[in-house]
């Protein structure tokens, strides 16, 4: 009898055997245990400097990520793809957002601009100016139409998409706006600032040209806002930044720099409860589209996960080398996404917090000693993982597994690096 030949293929459950090409299944079987291939996110990195902020796609399968590298990249998900690099911004490219339709990402940045990118293909649509410092929080509304941007300025403007025209600038605030968040049915907007009780001290070189006379916070305030015309509802004492509001607009999530979080009821802003879990700062806090479960990251370098409405901490979960700056949950609720100081991108399964394998790289961004693949498909570049799978029809044009057909192009940081490189999956 004729033997059966498969090809092994690594899923999200491990390896496992389609009906394939011998020459094809030979080659990846060996890509499994090649000295060449190593771990397949050893030194690797998604961006090359701290990862600011993390938005999801409506469909779960695009993740855009925001770092003081000045770019913004787009993810394929489950895989992890790294799909596109946008360039643009000339400043630390601080939060992303995605509107409901998946069609336009917004980012906003320290170069005191947003942005407007066309999605899938990242093609840039519009900058928009008007704030005078720099753009630290972004935020669409559930109709895709509407866009709230928290400045450094000491304003919160609100903009129409996908024009980006300006509507409304709400100013008189005393401080900061760090954090900006919009209810589901759009009739409400909250603001995360510090109330201006402030000491000197020194500030990154990025911010000295917005506040030359640099100063530490001492307080807070959140601040309710009837939409669209921005009238003042009502302020939150002892609120801070950063910003959440549940998915059916009647919670609103507040991390802090003590290490608490606080549940307030809306629209009437009542304090439910005060989350203890940490004593570090809470930097990024995301709530599950059912509303029964809590994400938070921050100073400590861990994510917390709780349950609501009561509040318990179900999981601590480690992992980043260094603060975790944002926290965003899929649209499915069962994968959450957290990027860190150390430039990495990590995924989790939910509810259970369990870590997932695939790896979020940029191989220029990672350590040398980072091993990947890179390919072409459609006439874009992916990279991924080193053992990664390469998806039929596509052209590997780099490869962590020695050989002679596909040499590796190598990655700058560190001084260089990649050496040679082979192909193992395709084509046949």
Not at 320 to 326: G, I, Q
Not at 335 to 345: F, K, N, Q, W
Request: net charge positive; with cysteine; proline share 7%.
């Amino acid at each position: 009898m004729k033997p059966e030949i498969y090809a092994i293929q690594r899923g999200r459950s491990g390896w496992k055997l389609s009906r394939r090409d011998l020459a094809a299944a030979a080659a990846v079987a060996g890509a499994a245990t090649m000295p060449g291939c190593g771990p397949p996110c050893q030194g690797a990195a998604a961006h090359g400097r701290s990862i600011e902020s993390l938005a999801f796609g409506p469909d779960g399968r695009l993740l855009a990520s925001g770092s003081a590298d000045h770019t913004v990249k787009l993810w394929s998900l489950p895989d992890g793809a790294l799909l596109k690099t946008l360039k643009g911004h000339s400043n630390s490219a601080h939060s992303v957002a995605i509107s409901p339709d998946g069609r336009v990402l917004v980012s906003g940045s320290r170069d005191w601009t947003i942005k407007l990118w066309s999605l899938p293909d990242g093609a840039l649509l519009k900058t928009l100016t008007g704030h005078s410092a720099p753009v630290h929080s972004v935020a669409i509304g559930a109709d895709g139409r509407s866009l709230a941007s928290g400045s450094f300025d000491k304003t919160v403007k609100l903009w129409s998409l996908p024009d980006g025209a300006l509507v409304k600038t709400i100013a008189g605030k005393s401080g900061w706006v760090f954090s900006v968040a919009v209810s589901p049915d759009g009739r409400l907007l909250a603001s995360g600032s510090d109330d201006n009780t402030t000491k000197p001290w020194s500030l990154p070189a990025e911010d000295r040209q917005s506040a030359p006379e640099a100063s530490v916070v001492l307080s807070y305030a959140i601040e309710l806002w009837s939409m669209p015309d921005g009238v003042l509802l009502k302020t939150l004492a002892g609120g801070e930044p950063p910003l959440v509001i549940g998915p059916a607009g009647r919670l609103l999530a507040s991390g802090s720099t003590d290490g608490t979080i606080k549940l307030w009821s809306l629209p009437d802003g009542a304090l439910r409860k005060t989350l203890n879990g940490s004593s570090h700062a809470v930097y990024s806090v995301a709530i599950s589209p059912d509303g029964k479960l809590l994400a938070s990251g921050g100073w400590d370098k861990t994510i917390s996960l709780w349950s609501l409405p009561d509040g318990a901490l179900l999981k601590t979960l480690p992992g980043h080398a260094y603060s975790v700056n944002s926290v965003a949950i899929g649209p499915n609720g069962r994968l959450l996404a957290s990027g860190g100081s150390d430039g990495t991108i990590k995924l989790w399964s939910l509810p259970d917090g369990k870590p997932l394998s695939t790896c979020l790289m940029d191989l220029d961004a990672s350590t040398t000693d980072a091993k990947g693949i890179r390919y072409t498909r459609g006439g874009n570049s992916f990279t991924q993982g080193c053992g990664s799978p390469v998806p039929a029809g596509a052209v590997c044009t780099c490869n962590c597994v020695p050989g002679k057909l596909c040499p590796c192009v190598g990655h700058t940081s560190g001084g260089g690096g990649g050496g040679g490189g082979g192909h193992y999956w395709y084509p046949n």
